[in-house]
């Protein structure tokens, strides 16, 4: 139903930046919310940040001070920019979409975006 693609990954020194993009494509008018996560070699998916229909927003200690999520509606397009990079910020960067209905909750995943930070 709801389609999404990652791009903006690199390798990047610490302390630098990257912004992230995730482009959503079919029927957005039913998302509620969208969400970044990211998971490194060895560990499980992580929750990142999110932000809702309202644009409040949520992140997860680690990247609070340094990441910022937005929206472009227009462009059906979310942001991730990640300023004052870590190598511990390296790992797969995925954009999921979720959306409620009466038969339940869903979701969609991109395909991912390497993220490397360089120490």
């Known amino acids: 139903q709801v389609q999404l693609v990652e791009s903006g990954g690199g390798l990047v020194q610490a302390g630098g930046s990257l912004r992230l993009s995730c482009a959503a494509s079919?029927?957005?008018?039913?998302?509620?919310?969208i969400g970044w996560y990211r998971q490194a070699p060895g560990k499980q998916r992580e929750l990142v940040a999110t932000?809702?229909?309202?644009?409040?927003?949520y992140y997860t200690d680690s990247v609070k001070g340094r990441f910022t999520i937005s929206r472009d509606n227009a462009k059906n397009t979310v942001y991730l920019q990640m300023n004052s990079l870590k190598p511990e910020d390296t790992a797969v960067y995925y954009c999921?979409?979720?959306?409620?209905?009466?038969?339940?909750?869903?979701?969609?995943w991109g395909q991912g975006t390497q993220v490397t930070v360089s120490s």
């Open positions: 999921k979409a979720q959306w409620i209905t009466t038969d339940g909750a869903f979701a969609s």
């Open positions: 079919g029927s957005t008018f039913s998302v509620n919310a």
């Open positions: 932000i809702r229909r309202d644009d409040s927003t």
